[in-house]
């Protein structure tokens, strides 16, 4: 399935991601600062997640889910990797941060940046 085909749905709109940590106990997170980059890619901006980052170097496998206000929405399951210079920090920076904006958690820039790499999306309503 194709992210692009979902731009509207996922960009700019809240996230849960779903992660393992090292002892197999899951974490839930919220994001906003999400963006599709192509097909089968998505950026998310971390401002927070310490929890969400640590498992991600231990364990890419992630599940997020996004939905709108009539509950019409996807589950996404793909590998993540976290970034915090390059290409991508620099997106988010740009992207999420780039009229000096501030987080509702104070940040003025991002602390990394997600990528998402899908391997499957399953739409439900």
């Known amino acids: ?59 890419s496998n992630v599940v997020i889910t996004v939905f709108n206000e009539e509950w019409v929405g996807l589950r996404i399951f793909g590998k993540a990797k976290l970034y915090t210079d390059g290409e991508y920090y620099d997106f988010c920076n740009n992207t999420f941060f780039g009229n000096n904006e501030v987080s509702p958690f104070g940040a003025t820039k991002p602390k990394g940046a997600i990528v998402v790499t899908t391997d499957r999306v399953e739409e439900f309503k």
Do not use: C, W
């Open 1 to 59: 399935m194709n992210l692009l085909e979902f731009k509207d749905l996922i960009d700019n709109r809240p996230i849960h991601i779903a992660t393992v940590n090292s002892d197999n106990n899951p974490n839930l997170s919220v994001a906003s600062d999400v963006r599709v980059l192509g097909e089968n890619q998505l950026i998310i901006s971390v401002n927070e997640m310490i929890n969400t980052q640590k498992n991600i170097e231990y364990n």
